[in-house]
C-alpha cells in the first residue's frame, strides 16, 4: 500500500507546487530557449561525494532566467498551505522509509535564483531562506581567453574552449556558436555562443548541457517567492550574503574571493 500511496503524493506535490508557482508568476517576456545542465559539485578529495542537480536556464532576448530544479520545486511547493502539508507527508515517509529509495525534497546545492539583465544592466540573485535575499550586482561579461584549436563536441555540438578567472575559481568553458547566445549556466555568459560545458579547474563545480528545447518553451519569469511570514524582502550586497552563509563543506562556495573583505 506504501508504495503506492507515496507516488501518488507525489504527484500531488507536483501539481501543488505547479499551482503556487502560477501564482507568484510575473512573466519577463518569451522564451528563445531553454536549456538543462546537469550540475555536480564535488565535496571531497576523492570525488566520491557528490551532489548533483539540474540548472535549468531560460534565455529570452534581453533577459535570462537560470535556477536549479530541485530549488524550483521545494519552494513553489513549501510556500502554500497545502503544499506545506504535503512537503510534511513526504518528509514523515522518507522518515518511516527503512529501504532509503524515499528521499526528502529539498534544495540540492544552492537555494537561488539568477537573472541575468534584470533590470537592465544588473544581475539579480533572489534567494529564499527564512528571510528573502535580494542581491543585484552589475551585469558583466567574464573575462575570457579564447583557445586556438581547439574542439569538443557536447550535446551533439561542436565546441570551442574558452577560459577565465572570475572571482576566485579559474573555469575553462566549451561553447558552441551553433547556438548564438551569449549566455550560460549560473553567472556564466559572454562567449561568441552557448555554453555547453563550464567547469572550475579544481572540478569542485561542474556544469554539462544535457538538453536543449527550441518550441513550446516556458516564458522567461520572475518567481516572486517568499514565506508568508516574511512578506519584506531584505537587499543585500553579493559580499554580505556570502559573509553570513554558513560553510556546509571544505569546498566552499562558486565565489571565495568575500574572503578578501
Known amino acids: 500500500m506504501k508504495r503506492i500511496t507515496i507516488p501518488f503524493t507525489l504527484l500531488l506535490a507536483l501539481q501543488a507546487a505547479q499551482a503556487q508557482i502560477e501564482t507568484i508568476t510575473q512573466v519577463i517576456e518569451p ?10 559539485q564535488k565535496k571531497d578529495t576523492l570525488g566520491t561525494d557528490i551532489v548533483v542537480d539540474t540548472m535549468v536556464l531560460h534565455i529570452g532576448k534581453n533577459v535570462s532566467q537560470c535556477y536549479p530544479q530541485s530549488t524550483f520545486f521545494v519552494d513553489s511547493l513549501v510556500n502554500t498551505p497545502d503544499g506545506r502539508e504535503l512537503f510534511g507527508k513526504l ?21 537561488e535564483f539568477y ?22 550586482e552589475d551585469y558583466e ?13 557536447v550535446c551533439g555540438y561542436k565546441c570551442h574552449l574558452a577560459t577565465c578567472s572570475f572571482r576566485g575559481r579559474d573555469y575553462k568553458a566549451w561553447y558552441t556558436t551553433q ?56 537587499k543585500i550586497s553579493r559580499i554580505d550574503f556570502l559573509k553570513q552563509l554558513p560553510r556546509i563543506d571544505k569546498y566552499d562556495f562558486m565565489e571565495t574571493d568575500y574572503h578578501q573583505y
Open 31 to 40: 522564451a528563445l530557449l531553454e536549456c538543462r545542465y546537469k550540475w555536480v
Open 91 to 111: 518528509f514523515d515517509a522518507a522518515m518511516e522509509d527503512t529501504t532509503g529509495t524515499i528521499v526528502i525534497p529539498t534544495s540540492k546545492i544552492v537555494n
Open 115 to 136: 537573472y541575468k539583465n534584470y533590470p537592465k544592466g544588473k544581475l539579480t540573485t533572489w534567494a529564499p531562506r527564512a528571510t528573502v535575499y535580494q542581491i543585484e
Open 141 to 153: 561579461k567574464q573575462a575570457w581567453a579564447l583557445v586556438d584549436d581547439s574542439v569538443k563536441t
Open 179 to 234: 547556438l548564438p547566445y551569449s549566455d550560460g549556466p549560473w553567472k556564466f555568459n559572454g562567449l561568441p555562443g552557448l555554453i555547453t560545458e563550464v567547469y572550475d579547474t579544481k572540478n569542485h563545480y561542474h556544469f554539462t548541457l544535457v538538453n536543449i528545447k527550441k518550441n513550446n518553451l516556458t516564458p522567461v519569469c520572475f518567481y516572486n517567492i517568499r514565506s508568508e511570514l516574511q512578506p519584506e524582502v531584505e
